[in-house]
């Protein structure tokens, strides 16, 4: 045990004091904190300008007293100055540090005949800016141009207004109470079946860039090792066995103190990001003006945020970590047997990664099914091939499988992760010493059950 704890040591010593493990370690959190910052003002700064739009109404389809004109979000409609609208364009050309940003023209010719509907199916209107405005302005612009349109058509159709708006069906006055068959209501609201799969599949992701990433450096140390022939001498000392395991285990402790850091770093990210960004209270302080949020986007903001709270994060971490552990076992021993019976190619071994990705990617493939629907029978199946289950069961853990499922799933692996490590052990035994040729199939069969 004490040999086997100074190769842990080793291994993990010599790699967190690396440069890179230190710069990726650091940089990595800052990236996402940079990444999601740029995306968070990116999108605040395109809607926080408030944009002034002059509004010459030749066809009187907008007016002030409706409402029409109006500041709501971020645009500001105001009637335009009394004069031609070859005056209105030089004048917006003119003086470019007007706070005037464009000009919308509503011709006579727009609507001819107001008794006529066909006429007010489809309008044509002008639009004058110093530059074009953004796809949201002309979004926010086009929809409240629409509601009035909407009104138009139904005072020409005689359909009294006070009434439709009371028949009318909003977003609000719809709720569905999630039931199982037995009639009991489910724990997941429809925001916390988004949020379920946007944390599976993160978890997914995770452990899949886990399994190659550090399956693929026990492999490159085992190599290393071999074709330095260092390794004759330090068998001398210790079983190969324990050299094997010593490697699997501090590499993957390598990977588990970065997550540690990772996670220990959420706090820290979340207080520098509340100094730039104000989320509003879910229960106080109205929409911000020049926001540019509808009510209904704002409330799908708060319930996003609730559900956050819902989940219960120690049981999906443990869960996490023990197919976290119990996956990256099982590929790791797989990839210091390839190292290990490999030449002096790096090539060689290269290429045979290749076979060890293809559960990894069949596994990632199912799990973005897992997302969709998780309780799928290929989905179910395929959380019981070993191969599988460290990505795939992840995928599933938000939406609160069942627990008999959970556990099947962790025991098939945790057994075939002992197999695993058994037969790649007694790979590495024969072909840790093996150089100048590349072993046949028939020997690698030979080695794992010779006894």
Known sequence: ?????????????????????????????????????????????????????????????????????????????ISAPKTSLDSLRNLLLQTENDPVDALLYIPKTAVQNRENLSNLLSIQLELYGREPLSGSAQSILRQRLSRRLIKERRKLLGINLKDLERAELKGSDLHFNQLNMAGEEETAASAQVYLASFLGGGMMMLIYMVILIYGNMVMRSVMEEKTSRIVEIVISSVKPFQLMLGKIIGVGAVGLTQFIIWGLSIPTLQLILSLFVALPAASSSPLPSGSGLEEDQMLMIMDNLEGFSQFNYSYLMSCFLAFFLLGYTLYASIFAAIGAAMGDDWGEGQSLTIIVTIPVVAAMLIGLQAIENPHGSLVEYASYVPFFAPVIMPARLAFDPPLWQLGLSLGILFLSAIAMVWLSGRIYRIGILLYGKQPSVKQFFYWMFKF
């Not at 967190?16 to 230190?22: D, L, Q, Y």
């Not at 650091?26 to 300008?49: D, E, Q, R």
């Not at 002034?52 to 002030?64: K, P, S």
């Open 1 to 77: 045990m004490r040999k086997l704890w100074l190769i842990i040591s080793r291994e993990y010593g010599s790699r967190v004091r690396k440069r890179s493990f230190i710069l990726t370690t650091i940089l990595t959190p800052l990236g996402f904190l940079l990444l999601f910052s740029i995306s968070i003002f990116a999108s605040m700064s395109a809607v926080s300008k408030e944009k002034t739009i002059w509004v010459l109404d030749e066809a009187n389809l907008l007016n002030q007293a409706d409402g029409a004109l109006s500041s709501s979000g971020s645009l500001n409609l």
